[in-house]
């Protein structure tokens, strides 16, 4: 009998296993090639396989050959080599990257959904290793997604050295996924398993549970109880939802309303053409947007902070140039007034048709207002936010201006007693010109921030004039905290009603409710004096 040498032994020993990873190499790149790109059902079959069998061969080339097939440039020839196809039109050989000369009578490598569904497992898996804490919270949540056991290995590995706490709990979800799918977990593991998935308690878990079958009696016991849990949980995230696009839509209408419920309040103008200052705003936001464009483009990223004081000044000097020739003719008419706005507003809508054309205009947003944050199972979009919070800033300056400014103390004077104020010296008159531009400004504001969630067209303001009379009514008129929590109040209703009635009845609904409301208090919730109090 032939002995070894000791230390040919352990040569052996070592080069077995490297020789047995290059032959699995070698098959896997065969199998990728199908049926040399010509597509049949067993080419689409061996596809799939090469995918699975490169994703956990450890060759260094398998994330980009597996990327090359996924976008459509992996190429097959006759023999059965691969080679991708580059940005130049040039081809490298797959397995090398070396440029190949001789890439003649090459066909590309097609994908059914099954190949597809086990590429997206394979770069899961490959990126599950990637340097960056994001592509490897991205790559466990598509291996979850497949639920792969073939990504049991690379999980359990990446597991191992993974440092992050976000990442690890997503690995370990993707983990329990891959484990419910294997047939070879043991029943306390799938237990554990479902538990992970509970704790998860989002909708993707819960449709993954659900779709489970052919699982032991106590784990199905188990992914019942689990599903059960998500659903209440994802009811209550529905309902905060709710709250929070509720409490969006309330700051919109409360910058849309807050100018008309100064105007309203201390003139008692019916001003049907606020919502075409709202829209003035708007266009103003998209004038900045083009002319920065073309030449400040260095701080394009600041022009929604440029439109906002623009557009207050532009709106309010059209509020002030309507009160000067229009308005001021018409005090103590109100239905005259009334028709001689709601005209205002045509011919607003009609100037702007004839400047800006009919089509609606593209308004930018900001990068730093673009995208959303997660907080549990609650979505909260960033340009939303921002405007819930530029609605409570433009009331809190607008309450400051009141409070603490001489024009503030005039206003409210007026507001209160206007023949008093009046034989006080106040110039009553101008006090109305400047509380009608003030509201127009306010109005403008809004115009700026509805452009990042509406399209900007004539009848923008159309859409807000109704809604934003009903604020002011139902919170009372010529006061800001009543048009806020009426403007928070209406939003919310809005918002849980729409589900369940639609948006069209759930707005009947609401006015509904709103008349029977004025019936009870004709004033509001929070009643003001003013002049149309005291007349």
Request: aromatic share 6%; proline share 4%.
């Amino acid at each position: 009998m032939l002995r070894l040498p000791a230390w040919l032994m352990l040569v052996l020993l070592v080069l077995a296993p490297l020789s047995a990873r290059a032959q699995e190499t070698d098959d896997a790149y065969a199998a990728l090639a199908g049926s040399a790109g010509i597509p049949s059902a067993a080419g689409f079959d061996s596809v799939r396989r090469g995918v699975e069998q490169l994703a956990t061969s450890g060759d260094p080339r398998a994330a980009v050959v597996i990327g090359a097939l996924q976008a459509g440039q992996l190429y097959a020839r006759a023999d059965r080599a691969l080679f991708i196809k580059q940005p130049d039109g040039s081809f490298v050989d797959a397995r090398s990257g070396a440029p190949a000369p001789d890439a003649a009578g090459l066909r590309p490598v097609r994908l059914n959904n099954a190949v597809r569904s086990a590429i997206d497992a394979a770069l899961g898996s490959l990126r599950l290793f990637a340097p960056d804490a994001a592509t490897r919270l991205a790559a466990a949540e598509a291996v979850f997604k497949s639920h792969d056991p073939a990504a049991l290995p690379a999980l359990t590995r990446a597991l191992a050295k993974e440092s992050d706490a976000a990442v690890k709990t997503r690995m370990q979800q993707a983990r329990a996924a891959a484990l419910l799918s294997s047939g070879d977990a043991s029943e306390a593991d799938r237990l554990a398993a479902v538990a992970m998935l509970r704790a998860r308690g989002d909708i993707d878990a819960r449709g993954f549970l659900a779709s489970l079958s052919g699982q032991p009696q106590s784990v199905a016991t188990a992914a019942a109880a689990a599903i059960t849990a998500i659903d209440r949980q994802l009811q209550l995230w529905s309902i905060l939802q709710s709250v929070y696009y509720g409490i969006s839509l309330g700051s919109v209408l409360l910058l849309a309303a807050a100018g008309l419920a100064i105007t309203f309040g201390v003139m008692g103008v019916i001003n049907m053409a606020h919502g075409e200052m709202v829209m003035i705003g708007a266009y103003t936001t998209f004038v900045v947007q083009q002319l920065m464009r073309a030449y400040l483009p260095g701080i394009y990223a600041i022009n929604l902070l440029l439109a906002i004081p623009l557009a207050f000044l532009v709106a309010g000097a059209i509020g002030v140039l309507v009160e000067r020739t229009l308005i001021r003719w018409l005090y103590g008419r109100p239905l005259e007034t009334l028709l001689a706005t709601w005209g205002l507003s045509l011919v607003l809508q009609q100037a702007v048709r004839s400047i800006f054309g009919a089509n609606n205009r593209d308004v930018d947003t900001p990068w730093w207002m673009s995208g959303a944050t997660q907080l549990g199972g609650l979505t909260l979009t960033w340009n939303r936010m921002y405007i819930v919070l530029f609605a409570v800033l433009v009331l809190a300056a607008l309450m400051a201006a009141l409070r603490y400014t001489p024009l503030g103390l005039r206003m409210r004077a007026v507001t209160q007693n206007r023949r008093m104020a009046a034989a006080m010296g106040i110039r009553t008159p101008w006090i109305d010109a400047l509380t009608f531009g003030l509201g127009s400004g306010v109005a403008g504001m809004a115009g700026v921030a509805l452009s990042q969630i509406d399209n900007v067209s004539p009848n923008l303001g159309q859409g807000y004039i109704i809604d934003s009379f009903m604020v002011v009514v139902f919170g009372g008129v010529g006061n800001l905290w009543g048009t806020m929590l009426g403007a928070l109040t209406l939003g919310i209703v809005n918002k849980f009603l729409e589900p369940v009635a639609g948006a069209v009845l759930g707005k009947i609904v609401v006015l509904v409710l709103l008349i029977l409301f004025i019936q009870r208090r004709p004033r509001g919730m929070f009643p003001l004096k003013g002049r149309a109090v005291e007349t």
